[in-house]
């Protein structure tokens, strides 16, 4: 059974920085994403990587997050630099077969790693 592990997460002030990693438990996926839930809201894409490293971003984090692979580690990092109170929520990890970007179909899904940004 294929699980993704995701870590990294925590509480941060404003402005500051964490670094999420996700490491699948069995094998490769062609891309792999993270998405964001915050309380009372639906679950949102934040980013996404190819096996080959094409990457896209979602306009609220762009130029801030950068998220990047290690396939001789099989694991993918989600650097989250100037963060913003309403970056605060539940981040998933999540990977598909395919390997083309997207921002919504995924195959697996991790349990999520809390990040909170205080004010």
């Known amino acids: 059974q294929v699980q993704l592990v995701e870590s990294g997460g925590g509480l941060v002030q404003a402005g500051g920085s964490l670094k999420l990693s996700c490491a699948p438990s069995?094998?490769?996926?062609?891309?792999m994403g993270w998405f964001r839930q915050a309380p009372g809201k639906e679950r949102e894409f934040v980013a996404a990587?190819?096996?080959?490293?094409?990457?896209t971003y979602s306009d609220s984090v762009k130029d801030r997050f950068t998220i990047s692979r290690d396939n001789a580690k099989n694991t993918v990092y989600l650097q989250m630099n100037s963060l913003k109170p309403e970056d605060t929520a539940v981040y998933y990890c999540?990977?598909?077969?395919?390997?083309?970007?997207?921002?919504?179909?995924?195959?697996?899904w991790g349990q999520g790693t809390q990040v909170t940004v205080s004010s």
């Open positions: 990587i190819t096996w080959s490293g094409s990457s």
């Open positions: 999540a990977a598909r077969n395919r390997a083309t970007l997207s921002t919504s179909a995924y195959d697996y």
């Open positions: 069995i094998r490769t996926f062609g891309a």
